[in-house]
């Protein structure tokens, strides 16, 4: 049994058994149901867990739910086991951390009040939130009890929703993550085709990023690749040889982004 005493509401949930503290630390943001919590109003609270071996490790999240500032006193309470507060489970106490988008990038920031051996953190994205790539690296403060402000922005998110988080790596290898946060980017672009209605060449101009295929998409959904000479920003193709009618024009650009616009062919 644990007693986490304070002067005014706390809470807590606690997880485990690990083999090691880094087994916890790696687990972090998947844990599932807790062994045991409280959401009560009161100022005390004991932790109840039965069947602990010597050498298991668990992770113990306190709340200050009553927001205010008071000592919070966590300490052993009966049975065979006993409590180390000596040990930190976090190397990194994160006071924020947001991401958003402006205009057509995303911004992150994220704050810290303290730091152990912080070697840096790895900014990771993901579009389905299974696969992740490591999109940039930002240096840590090493150790530090002063709070520390960072910031990274995603010049080239992906159109739908874009999922982001943080690995903070100490310079042991240790690392943990922080909670996942998603931001949706929709592309907003119209494209300028010209001369439209066209009975032959035509140019279609896109300013954000190089176009890579253009396709015409007929009634009926019969589609024909377009043959494409690139010019100033912008692509040029020859719809000489291409049956009267109405078409969608669909575009994809170098960064998988994919626009559409209606053309007259007469």
Known sequence: MVDITAGSDVDFAIWGPFATQAAGNAACNTYGAPLDCSYSIAAVEQVNLNGVISGQVYVLLVTNYANTVQSITVSNAGGTATT????????????????????????????????????????????????????SFIDGHGTSATPNSYTYTDEHPKEGINYYRLKQVDSNGDFVRTSIVPVEYNVITKLGIYPNPTKGQVFIQQDEYPITSVELVGIGGRKTEMDVIKAENGVSVDCGKIATGTYTVVVVDEMGNSFSSILIVD
Do not use: Q
Not at 99 to 105: I, M, N, Q, T, V
Not at 109 to 125: K, L, M, S
Not at 128 to 134: A, Q
């Open 84 to 135: 180390n507060c000596a040990i930190v489970t976090l190397p990194v106490g994160f006071t924020n951390w947001d991401a958003y988008l402006a205009k057509d990038k995303v911004r992150m920031n994220w704050t810290t009040d303290t730091e152990t051996n912080c070697d840096f953190f790895a900014v990771e994205r993901s579009n389905d939130g299974i696969v992740w790539e490591t999109i």
